[in-house]
């Protein structure tokens, strides 16, 4: 088959593939896609022509055109056509009401093809069943099917609002370098070898913090970006090495400044793109809280099942496990399961093995009945013991009681991942949307690896002002001026009110192990600008790609990105990374020794 190939010359495009509708019978028109599927009726020849705006049903009539009809019938997918004719109106019995389009069809009079394609390695179609390396390879061919496309146009309107409202706030937009001093910020750096300076390297930024830090020294007051953000480390569904964030830095605020902006800006989002009205304020979580209620800092408020303490019952138990947990300074944590009592010993071990995986020595149950308790740790509390931990924890006949006992927040988490697979069971709805801040975080955590005190989130965080007498004496009692905006059960965003001080800055400095020879070797520049008039400040940086996600209701940020990588940090589509040519490495005066 030989099909004759024509350049678009004077035909430009007059509407899209998803616009046309009744209201337009009559008109000539001018439309412009790729063939999506093709119907030989024997006489008349069907095409339905698209574009990321939808699709356009275009008849052939051998009855006008017999030359017309036969070139329609070699058309195949992924054609490029270009096709003037007129609009009419369907018969009543033919019209598509899944279609926006679908009261209409063009009737054709001229057709050019602009291209031809091989035949697709999968189906361009919403609902195809195919391997995701296959799609990511073919990405191009994946972004043209609406699905996809319209997480696309999503992301573009998101991220149009957010500076639309940013704007009407008096933030200033203004850029970050990528080629940045490398700094320890929680995760590799990815480095970039200097030409010029043989031996010397740049880092790819992880995150803007320091020169936001350093804009709001320079008197911007308000700043943001929609910031790239690099980081080396291994992925998730809802990582990846490059990502997008909405970066935001305020002077002069505390904690409340930074979350009524926040929620505006979020208000706002949910409003221009998805048409919902999002309540605010938000609720407010210290992290001790939503750890002992939900057993996680990311808690999903979309259905209850929250966490009971019943640490004053399980040491009175004799179970051993219990009462020394509870003797050492730990919990005894509690998850009720409503109607449980009929969960079977199979799933009670599938849940035990995840609790384990998380840090429990095992899974405590007990079945709750009419008479008493049953099964499980039953034969370790006694009959007023039973009916007192059952009061204690909620619990009523038909269900289930899940224990653990351990340190905190440890105690918590095994159960808090049993109660998230538990809610997505209640089959909760993708378009129910419940925001909460979690704040108050523990500024240091115990690196046991390197047996040293490590920032939480990152070492710029301000101190909580009634815990600065401890930063030396305790530091692990020490709360920072932290918070997270949690939506679904997903991290949001992550900020703090920062040091603006460099004596407190360097105290932090020095109980995370940094000697102030290396103090100023990596950050000397943002300890310098401290000295100069440094305003108290604060920020956040919500993640684009996942709020993306969480509008589009999807599960793995990748389909929110146009070239995302795949899980091992690769480009099924363009094969990177790849190797580097000799000649290049030589003139950066780097050896590979693989």
Known sequence: MTVQLENLGDRRRTHTCGELRSSHSGAAVVLTGWVHRVRDHGGMVFVDLRDRFGLTQVVFRPEISAELTARARDLRSEFVLAVEGKVEGRPASMVNPALATGEIEVQAATLAVLNVSETPPFSIEDDTDVNEDLRLKYRYLDLRRHELANIMVLRHRAVSAVREFLNSQNFLEIETPLL??????????????????????????????????????????????????????????????????????????????????????????????????????????TYADSMNRFGTDKPDLRFGLELADISTQAAKSEMRAFSEAVAAGGKVKCLVVPGGATRTRKEIDGWEVIAKELGAKGLGWARVTASGWDGGVTKFFSADLQAETAAAAGAKEGDLLLLVGGSMPNAARSLGAIRNLLGRELGLKKDDFHFTWVREFPLF????????????????????????????????????????????????????????????????????????????????????????????????????????????GRDSIRDTIAFPKTTSMACPMDGCPSEVDAADLRDLKIRSTV
């Not at 949690?486 to 009110?497: D, F, H, L």
């Not at 109980?511 to 401290?530: C, D, H, N, P």
């Open 445 to 552: 955590e115990w690196d046991e690896d390197h047996k040293t005190w490590a920032a939480m989130h990152h070492m710029f965080t301000m101190p909580m002002e009634a815990d600065l007498d401890k930063l030396e004496s305790d530091p692990g009692s020490v709360r920072g001026q932290l918070y997270d905006l949690v939506c679904n059960g997903t991290e949001m965003a992550s900020g703090s009110i920062r040091i603006h001080r460099r004596d407190i800055q360097t105290r932090v400095m020095n109980v995370v192990g940094l000697s102030m020879e290396e103090a100023e070797r990596k950050f000397g520049f943002l300890l310098e600008a401290f000295q100069y008039g440094a305003p108290p400040h604060g920020g956040i940086a919500p993640g684009v790609d996942r709020l993306i996600m969480l509008l589009a």
């Open 180 to 285: 940045v001093k490398p700094t320890p910020e929680g995760a590799r750096d990815f480095i970039v070898p200097s030409r010029l300076h043989p031996g010397k390297f740049y880092a790819l930024p992880q995150s803007p913090q320091l020169y936001k830090q350093i804009l709001m020294v320079s008197g911007m007051d308000r700043y943001y970006q929609i910031a790239r953000c690099l980081r080396d480390e291994n992925l998730r569904a809802d990582r990846q090495p490059e990502h997008t964030q909405i970066d935001l830095e305020m002077s002069f605020v505390g904690e409340e400044d930074v979350f009524r902006v926040v929620e505006g800006m979020m208000k706002h989002v949910w409003k221009t793109t998805l048409g919902i009205d999002v309540p605010t304020p938000f609720p407010r979580l």
